[in-house]
């Protein structure tokens, strides 16, 4: 007699329904000015570690039959900070632009570089749990974007903060969020996506959906801006509560008994 197997977790019509659902959410990086744009806000529950510091987030628990809205920040234009990336309740903030020579402070997940010291120099702020300041500016080069791990450099150095090491697709070496590296000399973005900073008036942009900061480039002349990476969400859960029901056309692939999600575009995911 043939017996029919129930896979674990099912709900009617399709496995899943609800439980929880490990995630990263990476915003946008800011666009670079003369200062490295800073890095997009980081926050993951997957691994020991999440942005600015702080230790990983609580898992997320899903309620079945609910319909989660992803939203992946995307890139600024000039001046601009990164666009917010959001999963369910998480939201990360969009990484701050780059200071130029005569502006106002600007907050992001991570902050982005000061100007030189003949104009604003001080680094933008990041945020709590989401990433790292900006560096200072000096006389001599912009300082770098902060990073999900580390913040920007300055004086004499403006290369951008390192990202975070996050393995939620499985493997390793897999960085997001690193801070742009400061313009008016050749300095190195962070590692996780930052543009390098150079001493010309053409920035290097940040790495698409890595959510890295722009590069800073000279204080003077028409500058064409190093826009920063667009964001990043990825959800890993148990094979056997994943749903299938998506909309935005993630990515998905398996690592052992999980399903992984990569979104690099808006969508949603129904538990």
């Known amino acids: 007699m043939f017996t029919q197997q129930i896979p674990l977790g099912f709900t009617g019509g399709a496995a899943g329904g609800g439980g929880d659902i490990d995630f990263l959410v990476v915003a946008a990086g800011g666009t670079g000015e003369y200062g490295g744009g800073g890095?997009?806000?980081?926050?993951?529950?997957?691994?020991?570690?999440?942005?600015?510091?702080?230790?990983?987030e609580t898992i997320f628990t899903s309620t079945g039959?609910?319909?989660?809205?992803?939203?992946?920040?995307?890139?600024?234009?000039?001046?601009?900070?990164?666009?917010?990336?959001?999963?369910?309740?998480?939201?990360?903030?969009?990484?701050?632009?780059?200071?130029?020579?005569?502006?106002?402070?600007?907050?992001?997940?991570?902050?982005?570089?000061?100007?030189?010291?003949?104009?604003?120099p001080a680094g933008n702020l990041g945020t709590a749990n989401q990433g790292f300041?900006?560096?200072?500016?000096?006389?001599y080069n912009g300082g770098g974007g902060g990073g999900a791990?580390?913040?920007?450099?300055?004086?004499?150095?403006?290369?951008?903060?390192?990202?975070?090491?996050?393995?939620?697709?499985?493997?390793?070496?897999?960085?997001y969020a690193g801070g742009g590296g400061g313009g008016g000399d050749t300095t190195s973005g962070g590692v996780g996506g930052g543009g390098n900073g150079i001493a010309s008036t053409s920035q290097n942009n940040g790495t698409i959906n890595t959510g890295g900061g722009g590069g800073g480039g000279n204080e003077s002349g028409t500058r064409v801006n190093g826009f920063g990476g667009s964001g990043i969400v990825i959800l890993r859960l148990p094979t056997a509560n994943y749903t299938g029901t998506t909309t935005g056309s993630p990515t998905v692939t398996t690592d052992g008994t999980?399903?992984?999600?990569?979104?690099?575009?808006?969508?949603?995911?129904?538990?």
């Open 39 to 56: 890095a997009g806000g980081l926050r993951t529950s997957y691994g020991s570690n999440s942005g600015g510091g702080s230790s990983n």
């Open 65 to 120: 039959g609910t319909t989660y809205t992803i939203t992946v920040g995307a890139a600024g234009g000039r001046s601009s900070s990164g666009g917010d990336s959001v999963f369910g309740t998480i939201t990360s903030l969009g990484g701050s632009r780059g200071r130029n020579i005569s502006d106002t402070a600007v907050t992001g997940g991570s902050g982005g570089g000061g100007s030189s010291s003949l104009g604003t």
């Open 133 to 139: 300041n900006g560096g200072d500016g000096s006389l």
């Open 149 to 175: 791990s580390q913040a920007g450099f300055g004086e004499f150095n403006g290369a951008g903060g390192a990202g975070l090491e996050v393995n939620i697709i499985g493997g390793t070496g897999n960085y």
């Open 258 to 271: 999980d399903t992984i999600l990569k979104y690099t575009g808006s969508g949603t995911y129904t538990a």
